[in-house]
């Protein structure tokens, strides 16, 4: 990957790494025209990495306007704010770890914050060394569903029984099942943290076989 100029740099910048399927060229083209200030750093065949200042519009409103204009679904991996634009290098390869895990992960989520992915990637780091308990997998794809969407709503029980258009009692029901099936009652903070851990590695473990990584 190629330095970017050291020159006139401004003091804060983010790094994004945009990853589709799609024309790379048509691409750069729209990324260039969404922002005023702009450094492409890299394009690959399925990916532009690109360092971004003065940003005016949101991750959510750069994304739809990429999807909509390029045709094609993508992923936006976002760097933390940096200042030494030297890090930059770094910087890449921690954005292209997320966008590996995230895929192993099978994530939903379409833009990927790195202050929001230290969790996952530490795992991922770590996975020798850690034994996941497969029960943790939940055959049951409503009980996993029930599960993440809890997790995602910071276990408030209302906001995941909306966000899962579920009667707020049949999302107890399904958090009592879950702590029959994995031992773990992810309505307390400390059982949600150590299954959220334990769930995450195995999901990679599978990913990696599934992907053969």
């Known amino acids: 990957m190629p330095n970017p100029r ?3 740099k401004p003091s804060t910048f983010r790094l994004w ?6 024309d790379a060229k048509v691409m750069v083209g729209i990324v ?6 702009i450094d492409i750093l890299d394009v690959g065949i399925n990916r532009v990495a690109c360092v971004v200042t003065g ?6 409103e750069a994304l739809e306007i990429l999807e909509t204009e390029a045709m094609v679904r993508i992923t936006i ?5 940096c200042q030494d634009i030297e890090s930059v ?19 939903e989520e379409r ?37 993440r969407v ?32 994995t031992g773990y009652d992810l309505r307390t903070f400390e059982d949600a943290l150590n299954f959220q851990f334990l769930y995450l590695a195995e999901t990679m473990v599978q990913g990696k076989g599934k992907n053969g990584l």
């Open 111 to 147: 833009i990927l914050l790195e202050e929001r992915m230290h969790l996952p990637i530490f795992i991922y780091e770590n996975l020798q060394t850690i034994k996941p308990q497969k029960n943790l997998l939940l055959e049951d794809d409503v009980l996993a569903h029930t599960a």
């Open 150 to 181: 809890f997790l995602q709503c910071n276990l408030n029980v209302t906001d995941a029984s909306i966000k899962l258009y579920v009667h707020r009692n049949t999302l107890l029901y399904r958090l009592n099942r879950i702590q029959v099936v």
């Open 17 to 22: 790494m945009i990853v589709f399927d799609g």
């Open 6 to 8: 050291s020159s006139n």
């Open 89 to 107: 290098p770094e910087v890449y390869k921690r954005l292209k770890k997320m966008t590996k895990v995230a895929k192993l992960l099978s994530l």
């Open 55 to 60: 940003e005016m519009l949101t991750p959510e």
């Open 32 to 37: 260039k025209r969404l922002f005023k200030t």
């Open 77 to 81: 991996a976002i760097s933390r704010f």
